[in-house]
Structure formats: C-alpha cells, structure tokens
C-alpha cells in the first residue's frame, strides 16, 4: 500500500467532529446568547476564560475544529464539483489549521 | 505521455454535473451535513478572535455584547446542532456492542450519546452560571 497521510487528517478530522458535536452547541450558547441574556456576566466569563482548565479547554475547542474544518471542507468543495486547478486546496486548508493551533496557544498561553 | 488514438482508454466517464445534490432531498441533506464544517471552523475562528482579545477586559465585554456577533451565532447554531445530530446519529456504525449473543440496536446506541450531549451540555451550563454567573 502506498503511503500516505491520510489516517492523521483523517483522525484529526474524526476528533474534531467528536469534540464538535458533544461540546461546540453549548459553549456557542455560552459565548453567544448567555453574556446578552445575563445569565452570565461578561466579567464572570472573563475570569473563567483565564482559568487553566478553560484555556485547555478552548485549545481543543479551536484547534480540532479547525482540523474536522480542514478535511471535511476538502471534500465538500471537490463534491460541489469546484475544480482545485491548482491543487493546493488541501495543503491550504491544513496549513491554515495548524497555523490556527499555534495561534490559539500563543494567544491561550499568553492570558 | 502520447498514445496512439487507438490504444487510448475508451472507458465512459460519466459527467456529474455540479447540481447533482439538489436532485434529491437525501443528497441535498447530504450536502447540508457537510457543509455544517464551515459554521464548525468558523465558530472556531471566533474564538480563536475572542482569546485573542481575551486580554482586554473592555475589548472582550463589547466583543460578547456586540449585535453582529449575536446574528452570527443565530446563524452558526442550527448549522453546529445539525452537525452534532448528525454525527451522533453515526455512533453506532463505529460502535459495536454485544449483549450477550444479541447486537445492541444502533437506535438505543444513538439514543444514548445523544441524551449523554443533552445531559453534558446542562451540566457544562450549570457549571459555567454557578462560576459566572450574574
């Protein structure tokens, strides 16, 4: 069998979707519609986003995301029938991930 | 490389035009499940924005508050819950379990992980207002 890598993306892709599903709906909430609703205040949301089980927390939530993204996003424009003329699409989509997780850890490392 | 006329592949390669996942409703729900990765990766995005302006107390107070960044999430909700929906209706298809001689059924497999999301997203919630809230 040639050698590939797919099986990483493949993972990456399959985490991402797991993470997505389970925790994304509620932490949009959270973000989204909880701070305007005052269910939370803003400054209480603050602080808990400096905590380091929230910051770990949002790492996974940025980063496997963006790699369940990158794959699934891949394929969906090859079944749109978009042509990858260039074929850089995939090398684009995956670079932008991992650029996004060493920007999430900057920034998560920094708070 | 050039083959003579004759020698090349007469296979029939059938053209799939563009729309094909308009068709059917199967294809276009299809086509919606995949397409729900933008609204997961741009979700993504904004937090990795909302961290980065995690270091101004005021920069990150009008951020949540803002109009626009509420329509956004409007609009990336139903698309994320329909990912979600989605991707647990597939957990039995990687989960196999075996009561016994007998095959659990996928739908109690996927009943399950879906009341589990429902279950973990009110206690992530409860959590978060004990700690944050007003």
Redesign the interface.
Known sequence: MAKSNEPIWWSLFSA???V?????????????????A?????????????HWLTRVY?FL???L??F???H??R??VA????KDKSGMLPVAVYLAAIV?TI??LV??I?? | MDQPAAEKSKEYIRP??????MKKKAYSLF?LR??T??F?????????I???R??D?AA??AM??SPG??V???I??PM??Y??IT??NLTPKVLIIWRGEERVSSTLIAAVHHA??IV??IV??VI??A????
């Open positions: 991402g979707g797991v997505a599903a389970f925790f994304l709906p509620i932490t949009m909430i959270l973000t989204g519609f909880a701070v305007p005052e269910l939370i205040s803003e400054n209480g949301l603050y602080d808990l986003l400096h949002l939530m940025i980063s995301p963006l369940h993204w990158a699934r996003f394929f969906a079944d749109l029938g978009l996004g920007l999430a920034f998560l920094r708070l | 799939l035009p563009g729309n094909w996942w086509m995949e397409l990765c933008v997961v990766g741009g979700y993504a995005l904004y937090l990795l909302l961290v980065a995690a270091t107390q990150f107070n949540v508050n960044i509420i956004l999430h409007v990336a909700l994320v819950i990912h979600s991707w647990i589990g999301w973990l997203s992530i919630f978060v207002r700690i944050a809230g007003t």
